[in-house]
């Protein structure tokens, strides 16, 4: 196999995170040329559904310092450096969708904050996404003010003065603020050096057991295929410790369902990639596709998201039942009533998000900040993990508040 420049693997995740409709996919495809809305009802229904994925190496110009996404600097046609490669989640910003904006925030290392000018800030999932950074814990973080070219100059001043309204006393109170137009190219340069500056690549410890988070899991073989020609179930995600190699022995937890019980699965690695490229080893950051030996009919349709790989007997524990210490938010965000929050009661059933995974639980036994949960579906983490907790109002899930697993 020809040698990578290992600055053309993802190095770092980055969520594309703001509300319903203000560019998110867009700019994603501005910054990796890639649309990240590839399934049909998506594309049907001009929304992001699922998370999407796309890839930018990012490079630098060493006369003029500009950045950009082009071996030639778009400006002075020097020869350009390159920088790191990164890989955007785009998460849906619809408001029945929050589930999976969860979901996709414990893949995160940082991320964008997509704030359309031509419209008053915040909005109900502006809102709603930033306080899902906030309990999740993802403090690197650029502002984007979008859709530029669609207002005058005074109402983006005025857009801006909203946004550092909106931000002050929260997590992203000191987050640049790049204003751009996506669909125009407009400031391109400026948002991929905040990029650069503001969310670095983490120090990991390559030494530590793998953990890889399931987001997605596939089945590539075409109909009538023959048996020769089929290969195994791909998996979708990204390691958030430690190293996979092609021929390690996996375990996939919880796994599947087998009668009233839940069985983990073992397979074989059979191929990585990342950024398009076949690697014989990988390791964190960026996201990884994970070829297998198992049986697609398992993988298809993302069957296996919200699952964890790693080496058997080294992964963390599968809970059916969850204890945590809970920390409720003061108002539910993303309604426009902002109502206040309501202490959890027995009984009363709630979603959780823990990882990638999601599942939905019956409240036990409530004592001050204990809460003690049956899960319908259980979920493999590590004790000490941050939980998501959301509850029905008016018909949809709404996060009000988070626990940590004991």
Known sequence: M???????IPEVNIG?????????????????????????????????IRLGYADATFYRCPKCGTYSTSKKCPKCFSDTEIQRTVSFVDAPGHESL?????????LLDGALLVIAADEKCPMPQTKEHLKALEVVGIDKIVIVQNKIDLVTPERAKENYEEIKEFVKGTIAENAPIIPISAQQRVNAEYLI?????????????PSKHPIMLIARSFDINKPGYPPKKLVGGILGGSLIQGRLKVCDEIEIRPGIKVGNDWKSLTTEVVSLQKAGITLEDAGPGGLLGVMTKLDPA?????????????????????????ELEVHLLERIVGTKEEQEVKPIQKNEVLMINVWTSRSVGIVEEVKGDYTRLKLKLPVCAEVGSRVVL??????RWRLFGWGILK
């Open 2 to 8: 020809s040698k990578v420049d290992p600055k053309l």
């Open 390 to 395: 959301s509850r029905q109002i008016a018909g």
């Open 193 to 205: 050096e905040a990029i650069e500056t503001t969310i670095p690549t983490p120090e990991r410890d």
């Open 298 to 322: 398992l993988t298809k349709s993302d069957g296996l998201a919200g699952n964890v790989v790693g080496h058997p007997d080294k992964l963390p524990p599968v809970w059916k039942e969850i």
């Open 16 to 48: 594309m995170v703001g509300h319903v409709d203000h560019g998110k996919s867009t700019i994603t495809e501005m910054l990796t040329g890639k649309w990240p809305a590839q399934h049909s009802e998506e594309l049907k229904r001009g929304i992001t």
């Open 98 to 106: 929050m589930a999976t904006v969860l979901t996709g925030a414990s």
